[in-house]
């Protein structure tokens, strides 16, 4: 099995939003739903994970809140905003047509 792939800013934005749309979650957490959700195939370091976080709060899509973890840790758990849940169907939408046109092309029989 090869090793997971780092993801491109704009996608990380997309998962993140979607991942919190289903619980609030701290970022290690947060890391960790996105590797077991695509299989191991996705990953995210800190360097790419920590900045998209503080930029979809700066953004208004994410609120951020200080509370203990299942171990006791303090941490900050993030959630998404009705204004992030607006922002996430659109970006999903376009997801959609992005993914759609880019796999018929890829499907194209070569001469």
Avoid at 42 to 52: E, K, M, N, R, T
Avoid at 71 to 84: D, E, I, P, Q, V
Wanted: charged share 25%; no cysteine.
């Amino acid at each position: 099995m090869s090793k997971p792939v780092d993801l491109v800013q704009g996608t990380l934005d997309l998962l993140i939003l979607k991942i919190l749309a289903l619980e609030p979650l701290h970022g290690w957490a947060l890391s960790q739903r996105l590797k077991q959700v695509s299989g191991e195939v996705l990953q995210v370091s800190d360097g790419s994970l920590y900045p998209a976080l503080h930029k979809l709060e700066q953004e208004g899509w994410i609120t951020a809140e200080w509370k203990a973890t299942e171990n006791n840790r303090r941490a900050k758990f993030y959630s998404l905003t009705r204004m992030g849940r607006k922002h996430l169907e659109q970006e999903a939408g376009n997801w959609a047509r992005l993914s759609g046109a880019i796999s018929r092309v890829v499907k194209l029989n070569e001469a």
